[in-house]
């Protein structure tokens, strides 16, 4: 036999019995996909953020279809459009979603905030929460490099003197904002909370003044002013509770330096 016509014989036969040893070895081990998870996935928006204390929305989906305990109103990017369409593929009562948007604890802007260096490194926070905090005396406060504005997808930051300021109007509450915070000042609140302390600065009152001239101090006047008992001090900083506050506004008036702000 003509070696050639051989030699393509058995190189055609070798692939034969692969293919069929693939074929066999695809059906054999196949993994059957999840209707269910598939069908929630294809529900979710598909931000991947990670805000529903899940591995991405795929993560979420799984989750949903495999343990019916986990709520189906954990998805703050799609809110509640999204939850009643989950809840009717797995045949539960829809939940209402809590509506949450990202806050920037700091409101230390350039004019407001002593600065003991001038930082000439690179246009990034975590490189300048790694020199010496970008040259700002305020070892807590917001670095204004932007990070935060990368992450956004839905462009709802902006960097204002210095300081990162998120439109409420835009923010759809995923997250990705605070988990890249090098100085972790990026709270999601929600909608309960209608007074705030944007300071995250936990030295004492002397200390915090001299860095910053709109920082908490930890004078307790707001907690004392308040009738409803809704602000209590953690670690020197005072600090708002959404669930009593009713927003009265006594707090705000009674705070001598404008640190609380009603959102």
């Known amino acids: 036999m003509n070696p050639i016509l051989l030699a393509v014989l058995l190189v055609s036969g070798i692939g034969l019995v692969l293919g069929v040893f693939l074929v066999i070895s695809n059906r054999v081990f196949a993994v059957k996909e999840n209707e269910t998870a598939k069908k929630i996935q294809e529900a979710l928006p598909g931000a991947n953020c990670g805000a529903c204390g899940f591995s991405g929305c795929s993560g979420y989906a799984a989750a949903l279809a495999e343990d019916k305990t986990v709520a189906t109103t954990l998805c703050t990017v799609g809110g509640n459009d999204v939850a009643a369409r989950i809840a009717e593929i797995l045949g539960v009562e829809a939940g209402s979603v809590a509506s949450v948007k990202a806050r920037v604890m700091c409101q230390g802007h350039k004019t407001a905030r002593s600065y003991t ?5 690179l246009s990034s926070c975590r490189a300048a929460a790694a020199l010496y905090n970008g040259g700002s005396a305020c070892a807590y ?3 204004g490099y932007g990070d935060c504005v990368a992450a956004c ?3 709802a930051i902006s960097v204002c003197q210095g300081v990162a300021v998120v439109s409420p109007a835009l923010c759809v509450g995923c997250g990705k904002c605070a988990a890249v915070c ?11 909370q209608v007074a705030v302390v944007p300071c995250a600065n936990k030295d004492k009152g002397a200390a ?3 860095a910053c001239a ?4 930890g004078c307790k006047v707001c907690l004392k002013a308040c009738p409803e008992e809704a602000i209590r001090m953690e670690e020197g900083l005072a600090v708002v509770d959404a669930e009593k506050c009713v927003g009265c506004g006594k707090c705000v008036a009674a705070c001598k330096f404008g640190v609380i702000k009603m959102v």
């Open 208 to 210: 915090t003044k001299k």
């Open 153 to 155: 997808e839905k462009e």
């Open 182 to 192: 090098p100085k972790g000042i990026i709270q999601m609140v929600t909608e309960k």
């Open 117 to 121: 260096a001038d930082y000439t490194g």
């Open 141 to 143: 406060g917001c670095l």
């Open 214 to 217: 709109v920082g908490c101090l």
